[in-house]
């Protein structure tokens, strides 16, 4: 049997018999499928089908013969069936019965100019959303002022922990690590002009202006946003904030203006924090490279950095930490119930605090050239 | 012919005796259910018998293999052989249904582009989904269209065996009975053995050749459902009395 080859045609007077035999399955499909597409199929007349050499046959294998021969211009109600074991002729109907649905049309595909329209649309749609979320936040905002009693304490210091207390180490690290480089590849330069004393002047006023804020909130957008938007997130596939809202309670409330809060208070505190431990880093390597005690670090620092500076670099922190929240959180409400989405949103609002982070940086600039 | 034999499995759980000596076997061709109250460990029954859970003792031979001797290269050829339906479909998200059941299909066979297409359109149908079914994301899906999907991906390599974790959870009644008649069609069109956990009586009655009842880590009854629901064993006479309850007061 399995010498007989799978398929073979015997002409009869009034069309033919196709004769079948040995394995019609999935795993010579492929094989099956080529011998069909180059077999000489019979013009006209009826066709009779023998199953009686099969062995084993499959649902893609009816499947394989119904399409090639509806191909070759059969139709399969006018097949006859001969020879099939009664499981098999149960398999036969089922496939033949279930395919016999008009073919769906092969769906277009859109052009560069209309994909592009599409995408654009999609971005426009979503601005709506994000004037509305800006817009509950902000009637959440306005009840808490007019109602103080419905600040949720609790939940706010909970986050004040979760995003000033626990980033100290880190912040430290950083700043401290960006004030010993910047330190000392500033000295190799200003060493060759005898100008060591600058040190104080350049270190101080980079790390208080620039460095510290924008380290601080760079980590703040890696680190709290993307906590919040995937705490956010979780909470989301979880039906957890439509619990909240059932509940009689306001998520706006609950899980956003807490965050938010505690990061605009935080992002100052923690931005302070970076600028003394960044200059006690630069400190350390101007006694130790270019012989300039603290003691003199000190005083010079007091002369040269104007506490306008300080203040410049610590109130840009809050509006840094009030974007960051504001996207991470509307990103967290923008999940959908699905496990790819959480990680998409996330990664979405490193990405897009990060780039708000930097241009609102470079408008500070705009507006405070004198500094 | 026996497709699956367990065969004195016991099942230690985090210290405690789950399966104390399980022994039953589902022949070619039925389709049997696996009772039990919940935590009775029908679902790690399962577990243990595709071989995503090990068993503390005893075998499991499926397709005439048994399981947990196999190195993992022969248990992925066995895994081949079967499919398997989650309670909650457990479709890709992140896919269509038709890359859903192209997965199965591209990891295993290499066919070309029209014919996978074509092999795809006919699990679909095979499952009772309309073909424009194909391009949607399992997210776009109802309850029941979700249970079909999963079911296609699981009829995708045109497996001997079906497992499934109840098939009918969380389907309304009358797209629960659509699914049993699907089923039930299905295996005795294809020629499937199907072994399936439910906590639904109507698909007991319905559409099951046999069942085996679990409680207290041992099977205390195997057979038909109308010799089943006749034993006299407190939990099943309770189990099938919920059901006369129910439909004594609606």
Redesign the interface.
Known sequence: MTDSPPIFLERTESGGVLRLAGDW???R??SL?RLLSGFEWPKGGALTLDGSGLARL???GV??LR?HLQAAGFPWQQIGLTGFAE?QL??V???AE??D?P??PE?MQPGLLARLGHRVSRLAGRLPNIIGFLGWLGESLFDLVRRPAGFRARETFVQLENVGLRALPIVALMTFLIGVVFAYLLGIQIEKYGANIFIVDGVSMAMARELSPLLVAILMAGRSGAAFTAQIGAMKVTEEIDAITTLGLSPMQVLVVPRLIAIVIAMPLLTFFGDIVGIAGSAVIASSQLDITFVTFVTRLKDVLPVDMVVYGLYKAPVFAAAIAFIACRNGFAV??????VGDKTTSTVVSSLVAVILINAMFAILHPEL | MSVLEVDGVYTQLAGQLLHDGVNFRVNKGEVVALIGGSGTGKTVLLRECVGLLRTSGGSIRLLGEDIWSLSPQALNQVRQRFGMLFQEGALFSSLTVAENIAAPLREHLKLPASLQNEVIALNIRLAGLPLDAAAKRPSELSGGMKKRAALARALALQPEMLFLDEPTSGLDPISAREFDRLLRTLCDSLGLTALLTTHDLDTLWGMVDRVVVLHGGKVIADGPVADVAKVDHPWIQSYFSAQALSRGTS
Request: no cysteine.
């Open positions: 399955r999935l795993a499909l492929a499928d499959d649902g893609t499947m394989l399409n499981d149960g398999l109907r089922l496939v279930r395919l649905v073919a769906l769906p959908s119930r699905d496990a790819r989405s």
